[in-house]
């Protein structure tokens, strides 16, 4: 029980530093004018956040040339129940994230590399989330405003009754999640071909999560914390006076930007069952090329 106290305690400590010295809470004013939080509304938001992940992976040797569209999705990013989010500076897109829902046809994108971990969480009844596609350009990296993706997604979970986010993440970033986020070990290290790097998966139970971290906390803080920023309404959590969001329900591709998607990116189409494949026909108004 003492080692176990302990333990709780130095996470504790190191999630405070995290959150100390990332300034992940700290939320300029003069962001409040210009930012926008929504759900990608059109095709050419798509583009636009698909475009980012690309530039990104590209700067962070993720990918080793440039895809020939500019940009790196897969089918999963696509489909009618994934739904990408957009961090704008007026009309530029300078973050995305895109939230993926399980489904018995498609899976999720982790799916390839850890579907026997992923049926174990299944077979408990879980349903079960991916946050896929994650980036916020360099010159924009600032750690609040990740944040800000983080918690509109957390928001759409709970409304679509998600009862466990999981994550590919490269391992030297595992120990961040873990500790801020108190996410737990899924699946061990293995390589994510898309990206030609080392990728665990992680899973964070949203059920349990808000009073497993309030409690791991206790009285050690004494300042805003991850857990009222995400439980709070957005102006009280945030401490702007007002927030430029549109989290309206997000609005799914149609079938001919679906097509339009997947015809400029065949390869997001690579490795599909044949039951996906035929699925493919429902998707799109006309005929792709499947590999």
Known sequence: MEGGRMAETALAKRHLAYLRRGRYLVFDRAWQDRLVIQWAETLKDRKAAFRLV???????????????????????????????????????????????????????????LYGDELNALRRQGRRLAELSALAVRRDYCLQSLFMLLVRAAYEYALERRVTDFCIMVNPRHASFYRTFFLFE???????????????????????????????????????????????????????????????????????????????????????????????????????????
């Not at 349990?208 to 050690?220: A, D, K, S």
């Not at 914390?225 to 799914?252: M, Q």
Request: a neutral charge; hydrophobic letters at 35%; proline letters at 8%.
């Open 54 to 112: 690309h530039d990104e992976y590209l700067r962070l040797g993720y990918l080793s040339a440039p895809t020939p569209s500019g940009m790196i999705y897969r089918l999963h990013h696509v489909l009618p129940t994934s739904s990408t989010l957009l961090l704008k500076d007026r009309d530029t897109v300078v973050g995305t994230l895109t939230h993926v829902l399980d489904t018995d046809l498609y899976r999720l994108p982790m799916d390839k």
């Open 185 to 291: 070990d899924l699946g061990p290290e293995r390589l994510y071909p898309l990206v030609n790097a080392p990728a665990v998966a992680l899973r964070a139970d949203l059920l349990t999560f808000p009073e497993r971290l309030q409690n791991l906390l206790g009285t050690l803080a004494k300042q805003q914390s991850v857990h009222t920023f995400l439980t709070h309404p957005w102006e009280e959590a945030i401490g702007w006076a007002k927030v430029y969001r549109r989290l309206t329900t997000p609005r799914p591709l149609s079938r001919r930007e679906i097509h339009t998607l997947l015809s400029l990116e065949p390869a997001a189409l690579d490795d599909l069952s044949s039951s996906q494949q035929h699925n493919i026909s429902y998707l799109c108004p006309t005929p792709v090329r499947v590999h």
